[in-house]
């Protein structure tokens, strides 16, 4: 059973900043990235960051510029450093994690971006 649990999000003003969070537990041992989607109402789920073990990164075009990912491989942890949103970038916020062919999902975190 892996388990990812997110954290950190909430409401934010146009042009602020957030960092989201997501705890990794359970087996691990066989995931080779995580990442951050989002999903905003009546919209489709749409990946926005992958991180590998290694380190490397890759970023859909929503989210190159203003949000960065990073891991805490010690801690079991993601994270997604979010700047300058905007009213669109509200949505809900999935961590996913990659193990082999198959890919877990988190329960998502609100992000609410109004003034």
């Known amino acids: 059973q892996r388990q990812l649990v997110e954290s950190g999000g909430g409401l934010v003003q146009p042009g602020g900043s957030l960092r989201l969070s997501c705890a990794a537990s359970?087996?691990?041992?066989?995931?080779?990235?995580m990442g951050w989607g989002r999903q905003a109402p009546g919209k489709e789920r749409e990946s926005l960051a992958a991180i590998h073990n290694g380190g490397s990164t890759e970023y859909s075009e929503s989210a190159k510029g203003r949000f960065t990912i990073s891991r805490d491989n010690a801690e079991n942890t993601v994270y997604l450093q979010m700047r300058s949103l905007k009213p669109e970038d509200t949505a809900v916020y999935y961590c996913f994690a990659v193990a082999g062919k198959s890919i877990y999902w988190g329960q998502g975190t609100q992000v609410t971006v109004s003034s």
């Open positions: 359970g087996s691990i041992s066989g995931i080779n990235a």
